[in-house]
């Protein structure tokens, strides 16, 4: 079982940057790939970035390369996202999530979901 919990949502401007947390619980947080997404409301979940369970490997969606950048501490069971020239298309709701023995570059092959922040980016 793992728990996700996201932080440092909020309000920039277009042009601002932006860091992301997920602080995970459970001791093999190692074991589990992990991945942000985003959903705009009324719209599926999109998937923006992932991160092998040593960090050694990432994947970007193509709207996220350039600009997003995912990492992770594994002695602290942390997966962060940076984001960078944030532009207002990416005002959205940011999930976190975690999979055991799969990459999550999609929704279904999530296991576990952190509740979800919110991002909003002003004009």
């Known amino acids: 079982q793992v728990q996700l919990v996201e932080s440092g949502g909020g309000l920039v401007q277009a042009g601002d940057s932006m860091r992301l947390s997920c602080a995970a619980s459970?001791?093999?947080?190692?074991?589990?790939?992990m991945g942000w997404f985003r959903q705009y409301p009324g719209q599926e979940r999109e998937w923006i970035a992932a991160i092998s369970g040593s960090g050694a490997d990432t994947w970007y969606a193509d709207s996220a390369k350039g600009r997003f950048t995912i990492s992770r501490d594994n002695a602290n069971n942390q997966v962060d996202l940076l984001m960078t020239s944030l532009k207002p298309e990416d005002t959205a709701e940011y999930y976190c999530?975690?999979?055991?023995?799969?990459?999550?570059?999609?929704?279904?092959?999530?296991?576990?979901w952190g509740k979800g922040i919110l991002v909003t980016v002003s004009s």
């Open positions: 999530a975690a999979s055991a023995g799969i990459v999550p570059t999609w929704p279904r092959a999530v296991g576990y």
């Open positions: 459970g001791r093999t947080f190692s074991r589990y790939a």
